[in-house]
């Protein structure tokens, strides 16, 4: 007879309680996986293939994808040329005005980097707006200063906006390619007797040529999707992307839609493919890269004195373009006097300003829950699943190669039908702008975690700590300036996005960009003025209270 309180049975007995707990935690999470990845197959997936299905449920598909890439042969061209165009000035443009950044004075540097900064809180179209009230047919300098008559409704007024606008936010991308670029390499250049110009051409060029092709790239699908600047600017000179819109505002028809949605998607995806590469590249030789000697260039060299130049106006246009959004709105013209006048806001409160605190809501609510959902969606990839990781990365993805216009017309294919009717509802417009912003949380979230080393967490945990406290001690702190950026980045986006959001709103729920773009299409842009000046102070406002935030937050400590 075996004793009851045998150790070999109390051993046998600890063994089975262990492989037991384990297996219920490993059930637990395979549930909480699933619950997290349902809302990306619903609101992501789920739309896209609808999208698909839409272009194709047609008697003849071939035939019918045939018309339509006949008829809209000159619109698909006029994309295509128009974002390779803009693609390749501003890359060009944004990587002398960061390496001038790099060569000037900390203050210089301040001031433009703040101006710079403002491109990411503008509303959309402003570049445009701007364009018209200084340079226009009747604009400010060319018509009330030097008296001269101006027509920018053509295709180079298109290319020339996008460029400008891409330019503030690629510059931006090679400032922070330079300050992670190894200075030794360059310094040993010039200790070997090179001048700066060959080190730019021989050192400094090929070793950011991913960093080069990624905002190419990027450019070149921002402007794919790009359908406010055509309809503001460009006159005749139409896109794919304005004829998506007419098609969808104008005849609502929606196969036909999704069509050029899919012609349009094309280009977009191997833009986005060869994108993403080029990023991965631009990563690996960062992480070999860092923690080095910083960059420091040649300020003497005569190449920095055109190159400050080109800085200097283009701030100056930055500086007048804001300025005159700012005072456009309080200003009237008599002839050729100009007279402050306070007339323009009461046109404003003609419009529906309601939608500002609509606005407000949304944008508030999808930074928050995104850069929530997003960050713990890159935790769960980077540090706990072992398969399928990257099709959900890729699923995460799609949001941000898909067009806005195409975006938003797969929801209201998708949820247009009960039991998931949204459209006319508010919810519809959250959902949008919630996963449409996820990837850019995902994506601050990954490079986050990847630099916050992973050995500080097992040591953590084999010491004995519990998971609650390694989140809090030791993963919160590392990633949470990232979470406030992607906070605040994503309510900038959701206050100022159009493409996504334009084609679910309804007459009960409308927002303040469509407000925008409604002055802008009656002519009025003196409201529109000041509607574009009310979303840049209610983003720099929401900067202001998040830093507030996120100081508060670290001087009590986080996890104490």
């Known amino acids: 007879m075996k004793p009851f309180f045998s150790l070999k049975r109390i051993e046998e007995n600890a063994g089975k309680r262990v492989e037991h707990s384990t297996l219920f935690s490993a059930v637990l999470f395979s549930l909480f996986i699933i619950l997290l990845i349902l809302p990306i197959v619903l609101f992501i997936v789920y739309p896209i293939f609808l999208l698909f299905w839409k272009a194709f449920q047609v008697e003849n598909p071939g035939q019918y994808f045939q018309e339509i890439a006949l008829r809209y042969k000159t619109a698909f061209f006029h994309s295509i040329e128009s974002s390779f165009y803009s693609a390749v000035i501003s890359t060009v443009m944004a990587f002398f005005l960061s390496y001038g950044i790099r060569s000037t004075g900390k203050w210089q540097k301040r001031i433009a980097l703040i101006l710079l900064s403002m491109s990411m809180v503008s509303p ?232 500002m605190g609509l606005s407000l809501l949304l944008a508030f609510a999808a930074s928050v829950v995104g850069s929530f959902f997003a960050f713990l969606l890159a935790y769960l990839m980077e540090r706990k699943m072992k398969r399928g990781k990257k099709l959900l990365d890729f699923a995460l993805s799609l949001p941000y190669l898909l067009p806005g216009t195409c975006f938003g017309l797969a929801y209201i294919l998708a949820f247009n039908k009960a039991p998931l009717k949204l459209t006319g509802t508010v919810w519809i417009m959250l959902f949008s702008l919630l996963f449409r912003q996820m990837p850019l949380g995902s994506r601050l979230a990954s490079t986050a975690l990847s630099q916050s080393p992973k050995n500080l967490e097992l040591a953590a945990r084999d010491l004995g700590a519990k998971p609650s406290l390694v989140f809090f001690q030791i993963i919160l702190p590392g990633i949470l300036p990232s979470f406030f950026s992607s906070v605040y980045l994503q309510f900038s986006q959701g206050l100022t996005t159009a493409g996504a959001i334009i084609f679910l709103i309804s007459a009960k729920y409308k927002v303040l960009v469509y407000t925008l773009f409604d002055a802008i299409n009656r002519g009025d842009y003196a409201v529109a003025s000041l509607i574009s000046g009310i979303m840049i102070l209610l983003s720099l406002a929401f900067s202001f209270l998040l830093g507030r935030v996120q100081s508060l937050v670290c001087r009590r400590g986080v996890g104490k």
């Open 124 to 355: 959309p179209f402003i570049s445009s707006l701007s364009f018209i009230t200084l340079y226009g047919r009747r604009g400010l300098i060319t018509y009330r200063l030097l008296g001269l008559s101006f027509d920018p409704y053509h295709k180079w007024g298109v290319i020339l906006m996008q460029s400008i606008h891409f330019a503030c936010m690629n510059t931006l991308f090679f400032t922070n390619a330079l300050e992670d670029f190894d200075g030794k390499l360059y310094d040993s250049g010039r200790d070997l007797g090179a001048n700066a110009f060959f080190v730019l051409k021989d050192i400094l060029l090929p070793l950011l040529s991913p960093a080069i092709l990624a905002s190419f790239f990027l450019s070149f699908l921002r402007g794919l999707s790009d359908f406010g600047t055509p309809i503001i600017i460009g006159g005749r000179y139409s896109t794919l992307a304005t004829e998506i819109y007419l098609q969808i505002i104008g005849f609502s028809d929606f196969s036909k839609a999704a069509a050029m949605n899919i012609l349009l998607l094309l280009p977009a995806f191997f833009s986005f493919l060869l994108y993403r590469m080029s990023m991965k590249r631009a990563d690996e030789r960062n992480k070999e890269q860092k923690g080095k000697t910083g960059l420091r260039l040649d300020s003497k060299h005569w190449m920095n004195l055109p190159i400050q130049f080109l800085l200097f106006f283009f701030l100056l246009f930055q500086l007048l373009q804001y300025a005159s959004i700012f005072l456009y709105g309080f200003l009237r013209f008599n002839k050729k006097q100009i007279f402050f006048t306070w007339e323009n806001m009461g046109s404003l409160f003609q419009y529906n300003l309601s939608t």
